[in-house]
């Protein structure tokens, strides 16, 4: 009689029921399906690029493939146009910007472009862009001179916050616009503006202001006439002025300083043929 066989355990084994609950680990899953790959990848580009021929042959491969698409017709850069400029501005722009077209706009640094012109005094401002059609486009907005500084160096045009504009070689190539003089003034042209505007109906005499001591400002007119400012509040001072020359004609007496440096003591220095005539007064006066 043959001996019965003992049926087989369905059960898996230990090992077996192991292995299983750790593929059913998440972290296990993720390593199996994303980790593994990567690492083999990862491993086998190792071992390839490990010859410096292999890493070599990369590296130009692709820095000719970048070429090629810098390259490209519609990435090439063949003019630049400048709007809002005058022809000197142009000129200067064009100078201090030595682009030798045609250039791929990859290589422009318009960041660069834009600061570098903004260095020019004449420009206030300036945006830069390329255009399609592979046109580099300048866009300026120019300072617009308000005064004339004479300093120690010459003739200046300056904006009205007193930035630098250009240099100017004579006065008569701008007689339309105030003459400002004196160390500082250029710091001080609002409130330059300010007394111009004030000093309207003096305007067939007046030849300019003078910065005195970095801090007010005389208001110098023809035959050798001179108004003193005060330091604080100017244009009222200069306004009160105006006010008394328009009910007894001050400005037309013979006046060379009236000192309104001390406003609630105005002070007035009188020429040598009045003084003479006053001397002579006091002295038949006095007999």
Known sequence: MRPLKRPSDPAPSRSAYKLQRLMLTPGVRIFLRWGLPVACIAFTAGIWASDADRREALIEGAAEMRREIQQRPEFMVNLMSIEGAS?????????????????????????????RAEEIDAIAEASVRVRAGGILEIIVSER?????????????????????????????????????AGDGAETAVPEALALMEAAAPLSDRMRGLLRVGERRWDVVLDRNQRILLPEANPVPALERVIALDEVRDLLARDLTVIDMRTPERPTLRMGEAASETFRETRFSGSQ
């Not at 022809?87 to 960041?111: C, K, M, Y």
């Open 144 to 180: 617009i001179p308000a005064v004339v500084w004479r300093s120690r160096d010459g003739l200046e045009l300056l904006d009205e916050h007193g930035h630098r504009v250009a240099g100017l070689a004579t006065r008569s190539d701008r007689p339309d616009l105030p003459l400002l």
């Open 87 to 115: 022809d000197e501005v142009q000129a200067d722009l064009r100078e201090i910007l030595p682009i030798d077209f045609p250039l791929s706009s990859f290589d422009l640094d318009l960041e660069a472009i834009r600061a």
